[in-house]
């Protein structure tokens, strides 16, 4: 990496950097030019040397921004900023001798190249002349520079504002017309106007020399791009020169061939500038609901797929991901609300809205610094996570179109980004030692937060391979190992410390661990793998395996390498898996690629319940598996050497729903179905290791081996000991026991600080899936906060009409009840519900809040503009975005989709005054504001009357309280800088 040192901007588009580059600085001589290369995905820029200096190290290059590359340049890298490559010196140095007397004609750009070799022939005797050409004035640079090695320096403006006006070629004409001619000219600049001073020279047949900065690629001559015709030869701009004679260079052969990638160049410009504008929005000015839903694309880009003919018969990977121009694409779907769902639906709380405002700016490192914050495995998670139930599922485009691609998103980011994890200066000091039994996603969650908060963590691992479930249970197809060693890489070069071969339980105890092995605090996060079988007869036959064998003998030992490798896998061509989740298709689609001929699925419930992700079962239809619905094994059928021949299944039918709201299947009378087969797989999930149990005693379990744990802080009935993650709530997700691994590091980190163990009240309850834990409305299956009494008003119509123009409204309200076309009077027509209403009250109180805070928030915005005072106009802006916030706020508890804005004509604050009974003069900034204040008293007595109309203990009572509280806190922010700006003094920002 090569570091910028100073930075100097000589205008909108013109700039000098000074570059520490001691090893070009060294070589460099006057006429000679680097290749810069900015990024990993730079191009390579060539760039004539404007100065040098040995001692210090350094190269100077002044650079015009004019295309995508060099705008990044301008904008983007600072004094301290670092680029990734500089090369150089290239190209031919300058003939330097003493000639007599040189002209030297720096145009623009030019003028800086130009500079050395001025210095050097006036170093070597030479008689210097100096004409150097700007557009303007303010353009002029560097002329302090030429004076000391000028024996006569003219300065050329085009339009005639500083030095001589006109063009250098007039300059040049008149200097050649003198008495004695010079003896050579050296022409630096723009193409036509290198072309423009050969043919001021030509007649006098003075030599005359231009610098030919060409396209190129290499710089060294290999690739050809920088050929030009010079004397009818074909020369190379890169190590013929750049130095010609300008007399016998075909310049309108180069002119031509420099506009080649010119359309590319304007295309990749307009996208640059496309993005700096969508970067201040949403980074600088913070703007959210930036765009309108219905001027989204309606679907989410298609994830690329290897295709189904090709994938049955290897291992590689199925998904092949986003390139860049696809996550762009796709993450400028996201209209990032104020208050984003989806970040609620996300187990580990990842800001997501956040991270994909970094891919729209193309800023990859910067969206996995975001993600990091919550999530260390983006490239896993973004693969192996159910989003369509989870963030996706919460997305707020996802009523009208499909849901912003989240998952392709991470996974894309976590791809691409080259960020190593970061740990917090804050906890440098070691806060302690801890222990974290299995290295499956909850552990690893678990260490990787310890890690950053300072803490010295050691993950103990059973089997011989690090990951858990991500290495034994998931097929490279879906997650390949190089992406779990990428991410493992990650937290190791972070500090944590991974031991394989390590049982414990069986090695050592969780006691010894805290004992004589002096760890501070104990994670266990062993997962629940123990395989849950039918007892039907016939599945102790060699070929019946469990899921979680099968896929064992395939990931981790590479079965389906065998005899290549040592581990059997011991299968015929006909199979059949037991299951339709997501273990289910990866064992089906496993079974595919190791060659079966018919694969078959069995499931007793239909296609509608099935548990696994969609894409997993669109993949396994794709890929040729057979699915029989509504079948429930009765009996394995085997030959008399034990091997297996059939299934014999019980045709089912679906009755009521179950406890989990599924409907329950029931065996339909004298129907069996005979299913042929060689091999049999169960799928049905697991239960609880009872390893760590039975060697800890007084560690509070459940069920079948399950640890009790707080679920806030997965504290276990033993001080120092939590656990998580699957061994506590059963089978869920990679993500959940994520959850489980981020709350147990945040508390044993305020363990390891205060050294206080606070015993959690922990019942001996059956276990449940933890996705169940969260609380959600039962109508809309939106998210609640916590327990709170509720109105959920999803799927609810609000529609108003103006009672003057009888125009109709929907999903939304206007400016304090007035018609924003014509001013008129709004009401509220009859309701049309698709879903019955919890609380009318409620229902009246949550329509007549959205129209107050989006009205004030309409007139603030209308009105920021206009006022003469600018703070007044940033108050007024600010206060905008408070009630528009609110608004959101309001959306996200009631469970209505957020208000979009409305459009149409404006009204005065006149009109405004007019219809809110406001009779003083509106003269000026300061009477808005009184008007402003004016309004917001309204609201407060409007909430506060119909507050009192209600019970006390009703849901809208509670609702008109907190809507009369925000406007005191408006009225009291006004009035104060009411005040303060009738008494001259500064605003109150």
């Known amino acids: ?335 990032q609300c104020v208050r984003p769902l989806c970040v609620a639906g996300c187990p580990v709380s990842i800001d997501i809205p956040r991270f994909i405002r970094h891919v729209v700016v193309r800023d990859i490192d910067g969206a996995l610094s975001v993600i990091r914050e919550a999530n260390v495995f983006p490239s896993i998670c973004g693969r192996v996570c159910p989003q369509e139930s989870q963030c996706e599922a919460q997305c707020i485009i996802g009523k009208k179109v499909e849901p912003v691609a989240i998952g392709r998103l991470e996974r894309f980011v976590g791809d691409h980004a080259a960020g190593p994890l970061k740990c917090s200066g804050e906890h440098r000091r070691s806060t302690g030692r801890v222990a974290i039994v299995g290295s499956g996603p909850g552990g690893l969650a678990c260490a990787a937060d310890l890690t950053r908060r300072g803490a010295e963590v050691t993950i103990f691992e059973a089997l011989h391979v690090a990951g858990g479930v991500l290495s034994y249970g998931i097929p490279a197809f879906r997650l390949p190992r190089r992406v779990i060693a990428q991410e493992l890489g990650c937290l190791e070069r972070a500090g944590v410390k991974i031991e394989l071969n390590k049982i414990v339980g069986k090695t050592f105890s969780i006691a010894q661990l805290r004992g004589e092995m002096g760890y501070d605090a104990v994670f266990i996060a062993t997962g629940a793998g123990f395989p849950v079988f039918l007892g039907i007869p016939g599945e102790f036959a060699g070929q019946v395996y469990s899921a979680n064998e099968f896929l064992t003998r395939v990931n981790l030992m590479r079965g389906d390498q065998f ?24 064992c089906l689609r496993v079974a595919r690629r190791l060659g079966a001929k018919s694969v078959h699925c069995v499931y007793r419930r239909t296609e509608a319940e099935v548990p696994a992700r969609l894409e997993e079962l669109r993949h396994a239809e794709e890929e040729g598996i057979h699915f029989h619905w509504l079948r429930s094994p009765i009996e394995i059928v085997t030959e008399d050497g034990g091997d297996v021949r059939a299934m014999r299944c019980q045709v089912m039918e679906l009755g009521e729903p179950d406890d989990s709201g599924r409907r329950r299947p029931r065996a339909v009378e004298d129907e069996i179905e005979t299913i042929e087969c060689d091999t049999v797989i169960y799928a049905l999930g697991t239960r609880a290791n009872p390893i760590i149990a039975q060697s800890t005693p007084n560690l509070n379990t459940r069920g079948n081996g399950y640890i009790v744990a707080d679920p806030e802080t997965q ?116 309701e049309h519900e698709r879903a019955e209403a919890t609380d009318a009250d409620a229902m009246k109180a949550i ?82 504001l009184k008007l402003a204040i004016h309004l917001e008293e309204r609201a407060r007595d409007f909430f506060a009357q119909e507050r009192e109309k209600l019970d006390p203990d009703s849901p809208a009572f509670t609702l008109y309280q907190e809507l009369e509280a925000e406007e005191i806190e408006h009225i009291d922010l006004l009035a104060t800088g009411f005040r303060r700006f009738a008494q001259g003094k500064p605003g109150i920002l």
Request: charged share 25%; glycine share 8%; aromatic share 8%.
């Open 1 to 335: 990496m090569y570091q910028i040192l100073e930075k100097e901007q000589f205008s909108d588009t013109t700039f000098r950097w000074l570059v520490h580059a001691p090893d070009v600085a060294r070589s460099a001589l006057p006429g000679q030019f680097v290749i810069v290369r900015l990024d990993e995905g730079g191009e390579r820029i060539p760039l004539t040397i404007a100065d040098y200096d040995e001692q210090a190290g350094t190269i100077t290059i002044v650079v015009q921004a004019v295309g995508k590359s060099t705008r990044k340049m301008l904008n983007d890298y600072n004094a301290g900023s670092t680029v990734a490559d500089f090369a150089g010196p290239l190209g031919l140095a300058s003939e330097i001798e003493k000639v007599g007397h040189v002209v030297l004609v720096g145009g623009g750009l030019g003028v800086a190249p130009i500079f050395p070799q001025l210095r050097a022939f006036h170093e070597a005797g030479n008689r210097t002349t100096s004409i150097i050409g700007f557009r303007s004035k303010d353009l002029v640079f560097w002329e302090d520079r030429f004076g000391p090695h000028s024996d006569e320096l003219i300065v050329c403006t085009d339009d005639g504002s500083y030095g001589r006006s006109g063009f250098v070629t007039e300059a040049l004409h008149d200097v050649i017309s003198a008495e004695t001619p010079p003896d050579l000219v050296v022409a630096v600049g723009p193409l036509p106007m290198m072309r423009a001073c050969a043919e001021v020279t030509r007649e006098s047949g003075i030599r005359t020399v231009v610098s030919l900065n060409a396209i190129m690629v290499d710089g060294t001559g290999m690739c050809g791009s920088c050929r030009v015709t010079v004397d009818n030869e074909v020369r190379f701009a890169c190590v013929d020169g750049p130095e010609f004679d300008a007399h016998v260079v075909d310049f309108e052969e180069l002119m031509l061939r420099q506009q080649r990638f010119k359309r590319h160049e304007q295309h990749a410009e307009e996208d640059y500038a496309r993005i700096c504008n969508i970067e201040t929005e949403l980074f600088r000015h913070e703007k959210r609901n930036y765009k309108k839903i219905k001027d989204l694309p309606p679907k989410a880009i298609p994830m690329p797929e290897r295709p189904a003919a090709e994938r049955v018969s290897s291992f590689q990977e199925v998904n092949l991901g986003y390139g860049m121009a696809d996550a762009v694409t796709e993450a400028e779907r996201c209209i």
């Open 563 to 586: 005899p290549l490798e040592d581990t059997p896998v011991a299968m015929g061509p006909r199979v059949v898996v037991i299951g339709a989740g997501n273990t289910a298709m990866d």
């Open 715 to 830: 504290a276990t009935n033993i001080e120092g000991v939590f656990a998580g993650g699957d061994i506590v709530t059963g089978g869920a997700t990679v993500i959940l026991a994520m959850g489980a691994g981020r709350r147990a590091a945040a508390a044993i980190a305020e363990y390891l600080e205060r050294w206080e163990w606070h015993a959690p009240e922990l019942e001996d309850a059956d276990v449940v899936d933890e996705s169940k834990m969260s609380f959600v409305c039962s109508r809309c299956h939106r998210p609640l906060e916590g327990r709170e009494t509720y109105v959920c008003c999803a799927e609810t119509e609000l529609t108003w009409h103006c009672e003057s123009c009888k125009k109709v409204y929907e999903g939304f309200a206007f400016p304090f009840g007035l018609c924003p076309v014509c001013g008129g009077a709004m009401s509220v027509e009859e």
């Open 847 to 928: 329509r007549q809040a959205f129209e107050i805070e989006l009205g004030a928030a309409a007139f603030y915005e209308s009105h920021a503009d206009e006022v003469d005072d600018a703070e007044l106009g940033e108050l007024f802006r600010r206060l905008a975005v408070m009630e528009r916030e609110h608004a959101e706020t309001l959306a996200l508890r009631y469970h209505v989709d957020p208000p979009e804005r409305v459009e149409g004509a404006r009204m005065t604050a006149a009109q405004v005054a007019v219809y809110s009974g406001f009779d003083e003069p509106l003269n000026d900034g300061i009477d808005v």
